[in-house]
């Protein structure tokens, strides 16, 4: 290599590898220690994640993350990137986490890992007042709205079959269940509080909700990505925190007014 060269290309090297050790970004201090995450979510998703009248981020979701920031010292920024890009991003590295009313299971498990759960769920179907569906066995030869990629979305594929024409899938769920409400489809499965939210927020809907006990048992967690230890031990740890003091609790009651059993 010429002499003349190396000058420039040494320096820079010698840059670039310290700001290697300092961190690529501003998530991380000058001793490589996380301090900042971003956590990405779909913020449609009354009462878990929705936005207030200035466009903030509210909700349980919201105030879980806000309280595990306190107890671990590491800033937390909720992000509203959509449902789809939000796996998206979890997968790529791009974002740290998702935050976003997460059921936990096998498949997800491929990718991804999970913090203890918070939250136990069960999905719901939400169809008008008066319909002749009743519970699950009836969607046969009906429509069903979902949002895509969602819990819901693989319960209606159990339901018609895996490539069903009659399957409607949007990418959030109030759309799903306002195609309902305009009579393209005969049902939206939903998650449960998220569903009952919708009705108590539109009382005008007309809609009505059937809780089928073929639907199993969900649990939420918050996702990293798969092998992301360092970031899935400090959402843990402050996840046992405000389980431990009540935090929890405290926040599901404040937006579901139930006081939650977990396991
Ligand atoms: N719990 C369901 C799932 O994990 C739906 C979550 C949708 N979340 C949202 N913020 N839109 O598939």
């Given amino acids: 290599m010429k002499k003349s060269l190396l000058k420039v290309i040494a320096p820079l090297a010698a840059a670039s590898m310290l700001l290697a050790a300092c961190g690529s970004d501003d998530s991380t201090g000058a001793d490589g220690e996380i301090k900042k995450l971003v956590a990405g979510t779909e913020a449609t998703f009354a009462p878990f994640e929705y936005m207030d009248d200035s466009g903030k981020i509210i909700g349980i979701d ?21 449902w ?45 007042e008066g319909s002749d569906v009743k519970s699950l066995a009836d969607l046969k030869g009906k429509k069903v709205s979902v949002q895509i990629n969602t819990t819901g979305h693989e319960a209606a594929k159990k339901a018609l079959g895996e490539t069903s024409q ?38 005008d809907a007309k809609l009505t909700v059937i809780e089928d006990t ?13 092998g992301n230890k360092e970031v899935l031990d400090i959402l843990n740890e402050g996840l046992k925190a405000i389980k431990e003091n009540g935090k929890l609790d405290e926040i599901v009651k404040k937006y579901t007014g139930v006081t939650q059993e977990l396991e």
């Fill in 62 to 82: 919201s105030e879980i993350v806000d309280a595990i920031a306190e107890e671990t010292g590491i800033e937390i920024e909720m992000k509203h990137v959509g």
């Fill in 166 to 203: 009659d399957i409607a899938a949007f990418e959030n769920m109030p759309v799903a269940i306002m195609e309902v409400i305009n009579g393209s489809t005969a049902a939206a499965i939903g998650d449960n509080a998220v569903v009952y939210e919708y009705l108590k927020n539109n009382p």
């Fill in 214 to 226: 073929a639907f199993e048992k969900e649990y939420y967690g918050l996702m990293v990505k798969k």
């Fill in 84 to 128: 789809d890009p939000m796996l998206e991003q979890v997968k790529n590295g791009e974002i740290e986490m998702g935050a976003s009313g997460i059921t936990i299971n096998d498949k997800r498990k491929k990718v991804y890992d999970f913090t203890e759960p918070y939250y136990e769920a069960n999905l719901v179907m939400v169809v008008k």
